[in-house]
T-cell receptor, first 115, second 113 residues
């Protein structure tokens, strides 16, 4: 186990709704990254949070937003859900250091289904 | 642009044989290449990484080879076991790209008894 936890494990929503996914990072880690993994595909980077601020973003629309809290846990919020948002959402935590390996440890993911 | 891709979507090997999983990348501006293993219903699990200034790195039963000339990365698993059955992803971390990882599509490794 990586020490990274995510909740909920599964979620079913309907198109147009909003969803909040949660992630608790590994102890000592200050950086959280979120990825979307569609079925049969590799994870796609959504964004990263460091010191409670967004620090890098992938090619995702503004309706994907996030938060990082003082204890380094994080939330991913998705508004106006679309059918294509159905995927496994992965959270990864790391200890950020300039030029370092910054090995990322992934949680088990939240499976989101949009109907 | 950024892209990391795999040559074979599915690889079947006999238990005890060696496995080789290949990956091609197109972006030269990366400082680390990483291999992840993902079992069904779980998140990706770190296997091994290699810095861009190296060409080989060994771990326990695994070896990663990096050929920057042809932009090719491979993962070798020695004495493949049933527990190695999973999807394997290569990923790259771009220099100056923070912690953003760019993943390939993945290769399904099936170990036959």
């Amino acid at each position: 186990e990586t020490g990274v936890t995510q909740s909920p494990t599964h979620l079913i929503k309907t198109r147009g709704q909003q969803v909040t996914l949660r992630c608790s990072s590994q102890s000592g880690h200050n950086t959280v990254s979120w990825y979307q993994q569609a079925l049969g595909q590799g994870p796609q980077f959504i964004f990263q949070y460091y010191r409670e601020e967004e620090n890098g973003r992938g090619n995702f629309p503004p309706r994907f937003s996030g938060l990082q809290f003082p204890n380094y846990s994080s939330e991913l919020n998705v508004n106006a859900l679309e059918l294509d948002d159905s995927a496994l959402y992965l959270c990864a935590s790391s200890r950020n250091s300039a030029g370092g390996r910054n090995e990322q440890f992934f949680g088990p993911g939240t499976r989101l289904t949009v109907l | 642009g950024e892209s990391v891709g795999l040559h074979l979507p599915t690889l079947s090997v006999q238990e005890g044989d060696n496995s080789i999983i290949n990956c091609a990348y197109s972006n030269s501006a990366s400082d680390y290449f990483i291999w992840y293993k993902q079992e069904s219903g779980k998140g990706p699990q770190f296997i091994i990484d290699i810095r861009s200034n190296m060409d080989k790195r060994q771990g326990q039963r695994v070896t990663v080879l990096l050929n920057k000339t042809v932009k090719h990365l491979s993962l070798q698993i020695a004495a493949t076991q049933p527990g190695d059955s999973a999807v394997y992803f290569c990923a790259e971390k771009l220099t100056g790209g923070g912690n953003k990882l760019t993943f390939g599509t993945g290769t399904q490794l099936k170990v036959e008894l």
